[in-house]
């Protein structure tokens, strides 16, 4: 099976229907909203209906207080704002692991052009930056989806 490996410290192992989209076409998604400094990459099967985007940044120097559920309920803010026009609901905040590192979660429900869709993200404070994960599924597929998702968190090592 195909890998990443995002700044040396994190491989993820993807499904052979999955592409990794290049920097033209992440370029072309400003709801990544990929900050300076920052690796974001994002895996996509069209077969599917599945999208996975992982990344890590480095925490500004004041935000290194903030706690995972700090930056955890900041993201689901940040994301309930955006796709609030869009039928956002909350669904809740399971516990997750990566790789077998503990990640605060959070997952949602909204709507894009008539289709149900749900999204998870997650994210893991390591020091001086964070590293984040989200899926994207049709709703109607969660059963098929969410072991796929699994599958990806779950062939994680960390360098």
Request: net charge negative.
């Amino acid at each position: 099976m195909p890998s990443v490996t995002l700044n040396g410290e994190l491989t993820l192992t993807y499904p052979e229907d999955f592409r990794k989209l290049d920097d033209d076409e992440l370029n072309r998604m400003p709801m990544l909203n990929r900050a300076p400094g920052s690796t974001t990459v994002c895996l996509k099967s069209s077969e599917k209906h599945l999208a996975a985007t992982l990344g890590c940044g480095k925490i500004p120097f004041i935000a290194r207080i903030l706690s995972e559920n700090d930056i955890i309920k900041k993201a689901e803010q940040d994301i309930s704002a955006a796709l609030k026009s869009k039928d956002y609901k909350p669904g809740g905040f399971p516990d997750r692991s990566i790789g077998g590192i503990p990640a605060r979660c959070f997952r949602y429900t909204y709507t894009a052009e008539g289709i149900g869709m749900s999204g998870e993200s997650s994210v893991i404070k390591d020091g001086g930056k964070t590293w984040w994960f989200h899926f994207y599924y049709r709703t109607e597929l969660e059963a098929e989806s969410l072991p796929v998702w699994e599958q990806m968190l779950d062939s994680v090592k960390w360098e």
